[in-house]
């Protein structure tokens, strides 16, 4: 098959071997990741918005259980590089404004400086609702105090208890 050129994303139909490529992709990653349901990239992508759309808003929940929830971007970017080159190009600006609000609503790990790699691993909410009675050494309220470094300046913490939101 010859290289589809780029002004051909705006051709909304796949062609039958997209399809097949993205099954393919769909099934490659599935079986890699021992998913029960098949991600795709149309699940993947409105995961990852979702959980960009919970970060910006406070993270309610854990660092362990963010590093789960993060395996949503993960999955998407082992599927992405699968995928056929029409099939990115169509979907590239919206997988681009989910990372960048991601950026946005996050801080880097001090240290942990990798633009290339899975970056999204090495951030931090900006906002975490948090049982706030308690603090590590760090400064991280409980459930985040398996951070191994001081929490920064820019990172907000609010009680969940006392402002209503966060993790029932």
Known sequence: MDP??????DEPFLTAEEYEAVREAVRTVAGSSGARQPRTPNSLLE???????????GYGWSAPELANDLGCRTALARLWRLLPPRVRAVRQRELEEIDR??????????????PEGLWWLRRVPRRLDAETSGRSAHGWPLGWEVMAFPKPEAVEITDWGAAGGGAS
């Open 4 to 9: 589809i050129a780029p002004e051909s994303a």
């Open 47 to 57: 995961q990852w918005n979702e959980l960009v759309d919970e970060v910006e808003e």
């Open 101 to 114: 609000r991601f950026r946005s609503a996050t801080v880097d790990w001090p240290g942990h400086d990798d």
